[in-house]
């Protein structure tokens, strides 16, 4: 086996295991990333595979393909591909959800209901879904046709577009590239970068914005718009991470993947006490349901199910030996979790039809007896418990409070007579906030695992930077006790002012990957507010993906772009074989649409880099510059309180406490 990289992770329960794995001679992705290298050719974009007279290498001395094409145009193909890879991914999930939507109100699937009444009455009207007068199942049913004809929309431009600030939308008309439909956009892109067709790095790249923008204005946000109808929206909810939520003499039965449509029914399938006395007959003390990735952002975000770690948890998870069951569905999803699974008595079961993985297990979730389908799961998790053999489980556990949704944000920062985004406004305007960021993304395993995470969140927030995260990065958030509101002791004056007054931690959960669809919502809403331009480009903000991995983050990130964000990710750049490219997504990029993609691999330089953005944004929109002397006098009533309370085992109700508005 390969030699291990020493400093693989700086999460300790990743360290532990990863010595388990070596004790036993279980290769995990850790070895792999260490044993092979990636291609230097492809990693810079320089391969070009699209027809079979190559793949040719544009290095050296070849300046051209077979066929002609440049450095340009094949980096422009392959991160235009990958745009749309990773636009699909997300609005494929966005289609499936708007599908149990549909099922849902036609009576085809009665174990969903409508938890959200009054974002699906919101989301219509987005639609142009009529909604007065009528029955619920009646508007989720054309809710759920709208979002399927907005996938599938061939002409003109999707609807959502419109929650963006008239400034945007009108950028993105100027430019071309206000999206279609969804699946056009994605298919377009696959069509114009095969073998002969588009041969302009400019035309493939604004192309590729565009698909991203199907991705961030239509099928992520419908995703988030219908799974909070159908499971509600998220608000504040206590929760533990880390791998010390696996238990040692209870069932442990682990969601992993993205969709919460079959976990939220396998959170109330361990809940049945039918099912809990049946595990008891097993000699278990009950049944322990935790998540990985994003499937379990979902359910930590709604209903605080612990998440026991990211992405490249994955493997080692298994590796404790505690798990009877591991139920994934679609993404992110390692094949490798197969032959691990085969070492121990883990029965590891795929669920989705666009996801097998040879070796697991497949049960057919279907939505039409979901329940029923899910309490067979937890038994034959159950069923398991009694092979379990020895386990090596860390101990590590760390709390925070996630479940913060946009409208939250709006509630809680706009106290409780009106809410609105003013105070969140005006404490940029006046210095207390620095700017915000969204930081997103995966873990990769060629780089050390949430270094960058935590090193970028640390360094935005001491600087009163006040960070929104997603998906796996939220999960390194989560470990280091970056999202529970103690954590304002680490933030910059006032943030941490902030924090204490309204009782939020310094770095934001706010969901899943396709989650950060709430994150432009938010923007969207700070640049109409006013006072800070017009325009998410006039913002003093920033996106990051310091870890980045999969092509969805690729397609964040260039919706972040499309939006107006300037946006970081961690890594080389994938097309740095053509110096052009990288530089068109950069100054290119910026010029045509306002916001601009770099990549940037040492987190130091990359937190440096965004606070001069901000500060450069502050200065345009001539607020007074940044000063960190200037606030943070206030008491820590409230944050006392609520840690008292917390600490207490209290339940911790943010919407009743009492909060003084900002001034
Ligand atoms: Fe996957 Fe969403 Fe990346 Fe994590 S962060 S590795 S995409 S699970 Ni979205
Ligand atoms: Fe080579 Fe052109 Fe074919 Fe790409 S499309 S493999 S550059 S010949």
Known sequence: ????????????????????????????????????????????????????????????KHDRGVCGATKETVAARNLARMIAAGAAAHSDHGRDMALTLLAAAEGEAPDYEIRDEAKLREVAEFLDVPTKGRETMDVAKDVAEAALAQVGNQKGEILFLKRAPTKRQEVWRKAGVAPRGIDREVVEIMHRT?????????????????????????????????TDILFGSPAPVRANANMGMLSEDEVNIVVHGHEPVLSEMILAAVND?????YAKSK???????????????????????????????????????????????????????????????????????????????????????ALEIAKELVRMGIDNFPNR??????????????????????YALGGFYRGSFRPLNDAVIQGRLRGVAGVVGCNNARTRHDYSHEYIMRRLIENDVLVAMTGCGAIAAAKYGLMSPEAAKYAGPGLREICETVGIPPVLHVGSCVDNARILTTLSQMATEGGLGEDIA??????????????????????FVGSGLYTIMGSESPVANSPVVNRFISEGWEERIGG???????????????????????ADLGLEAYDPTRYGQSGDWLMQQFIEAMEAGQPVNLYSAKVPRLA
Request: hydrophobic fraction near 40%; aromatic fraction near 6%; proline fraction near 5%.
């Open 1 to 60: 086996m390969a030699k291990r990289n020493e400093n693989p992770s700086i999460d300790p329960t990743v360290v532990e295991m990863l010595e388990v794995a070596r004790e036993k001679g279980i290769e995990t992705a850790f070895d792999r990333a260490e044993a092979m290298k990636p291609c230097p050719i492809g990693a810079k974009g320089a391969c070009c595979h699209n027809c079979d007279m190559g793949p040719c290498r544009l290095v050296g």
């Open 194 to 226: 095969h073998v002969g067709n588009d041969q302009w790095y400019e035309s493939i790249l604004m192309a590729g914005l565009r698909t991203a923008l199907s991705d961030g204005w239509g099928g992520s946000m419908l995703a988030t718009d219908i």
């Open 273 to 277: 006490p039918e099912l809990i006395e």
């Open 283 to 369: 000699g278990a003390k009950g049944i322990n349901l935790t998540g990985i990735c994003c499937t379990a952002n979902e359910t930590l975000m709604r209903q605080g199910v612990p998440t026991i770690g990211n992405f490249l948890s994955q493997e080692l998870a298994i590796i404790t030996g505690a798990i009877e069951l591991m139920i994934v569905d679609i993404q992110c999803i390692m094949q490798a979790l197969a032959p691990v699974a085969d070492q121990f008595h883990t029965r590891l079961i795929t669920t989705s039809p666009h996801a097998y993985i040879e070796g697991a297990e497949h049960v057919d979730f279907e939505e039409s007896h």
């Open 389 to 410: 053999g020895r386990t090596h489980i860390p101990k590590e556990i760390s709390h925070l409070v996630a479940g913060f949704s946009h409208e939250y944000i709006n």
């Open 538 to 559: 006039d913002l003093p903000a920033v996106g990051f993906a310091p870890e980045w991995m999969s092509e969805k983050a690729l397609s964040i990130a260039s919706y």
């Open 596 to 618: 601009k993609l770099e990549f940037i691999a040492d987190p130091e330089e990359a937190a440096q880099k965004a606070l001069e953005h901000i500060d450069q944004k502050r």
